[in-house]
């Protein structure tokens, strides 16, 4: 029988983003509030029929990505994906021995925004990774690696890989990496408006850097606790008031036309908006499911080239199966 394997991760927003100075491992030491949202990648593993030529040391021998969404994703071992994928087969190597695998495809169905500030590359690893724990633990005939060592495993791919994996609302310090779950009340409204061009995480980082140079008011944000105490009141009003962005400023450099974005989402009615992670994504907090639908109309129809998603959150970490099958 063929072995098929499959998991689904969310892409988040952060409700907080406090960046601090730049570190000697390129990386930033970060104070943030993550929110899982529920728009969503699912990769599937599957036994392929043809054994295409072997990258050298990896399992993996093809990948796929059917988007949903404007972007283009690397089809090659350089995705987050396949990487991955070849962690989880070297940890159950490094555990029970190597084995012959048989030829398996990886493939991302994506509706995530592709660099959108929403994580989507991190979900498909952290989905990867759940499909993969499932795929290996079946094929060896043994139990899986289990949720902590797969965090573990997530945080050396990427900085957003372990909060997509556990998913929620977290405070992230550190990298992102080490996280705190907080308590969330109620049910968060989010009209996400997409750009047709993303931007690259590092150089937004960089843009902040250097911006801060010259900017000494620019200070990291590192105080949450307004975010915590809205979250724990369930008043999306107080959340709307403490929406923090650092990187904000960056983003808006790069792309001044976010500018206008943001000011019109508040015309149409939003109780605050924020540019999500390093953008272009902004995020308009919404009191219900209708307001973000007449917000999406209004901003696609005055802003040519954007287009928008209705989403909400908290939604839950990385798991295994398909929407359809939950
Ligand atoms: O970890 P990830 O590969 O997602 O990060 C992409 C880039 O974003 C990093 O290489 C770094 O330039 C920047 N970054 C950062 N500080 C963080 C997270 C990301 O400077 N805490």
């Known amino acids: 029988m063929t072995t098929f394997s499959q998991a689904t991760a969310h892409g988040k927003i952060n409700l907080h983003l406090g960046v601090g100075a730049a570190r000697a491992d390129g990386y930033h030491d970060l104070v943030t509030v993550f929110q899982s949202v529920d728009t969503h990648d699912t990769v599937t593993l599957v036994e392929d029929e043809y054994d295409f030529p072997r990258v050298d040391g990896s399992a993996a021998v093809n990948l796929e990505c059917v988007s949903h969404v404007r972007g283009e994703v690397p089809e090659d071992p350089s995705n987050l994906a396949w ?19 048989p030829p398996v495809s990886i493939r991302i169905d994506k509706r995530i925004p592709v660099a959108g500030g929403m994580a989507g590359g991190s979900a498909d690893a952290a989905a990867t990774l759940v499909a993969a724990d499932d795929f290996l ?35 992230g310090t550190g990298r992102g990496d080490q996280l705190t779950t907080m308590l969330s009340r109620g049910k968060y409204h989010w009209a996400l408006i997409l750009s047709k061009q993303g931007l690259s995480t590092p150089k937004v980082f ?29 008043d999306p009003f107080a959340l709307g008031a403490a929406l923090h962005n650092d990187l904000q400023a960056a983003a808006l450099s790069l792309k001044p036309d976010l500018r206008r974005v943001l000011e019109l989402g508040k015309e149409a009615g939003a109780i605050a908006g924020v540019v999500s992670g390093s953008g272009p994504t902004c995020a308009f907090l919404c009191e219900d499911a209708a307001a973000v639908d007449q917000l999406i109309v209004r901003l696609s129809l005055e802003l040519p080239g954007t287009s928008g998603l209705r989403v909400s959150g908290p939604a839950e970490g990385a798991y295994l199966g398909s929407p359809a099958g939950r």
Do not use: C, M, W
Not at 148 to 164: H, I, Q, W, Y
């Open 137 to 171: 633990a079946r094929a060896y005939g043994v139990a899986g690696l289990g949720r902590n060592r797969l965090v573990e495993l997530g945080a050396s791919l990427g900085a957003d890989v372990p909060f997509t994996l556990v998913g929620g609302t977290a405070l």
């Open 83 to 101: 990487r991955a994928f070849d962690l989880v087969v070297d940890d159950y190597a490094d555990r029970h021995g190597a084995r012959d695998l």
């Open 206 to 234: 960089g843009k902040l850097d250097e911006l801060r140079d010259k900017r000494p008011e620019l200070t990291p944000s590192l105080e949450t606790r307004a975010v915590a105490e809205a979250l724990i009141q369930g």
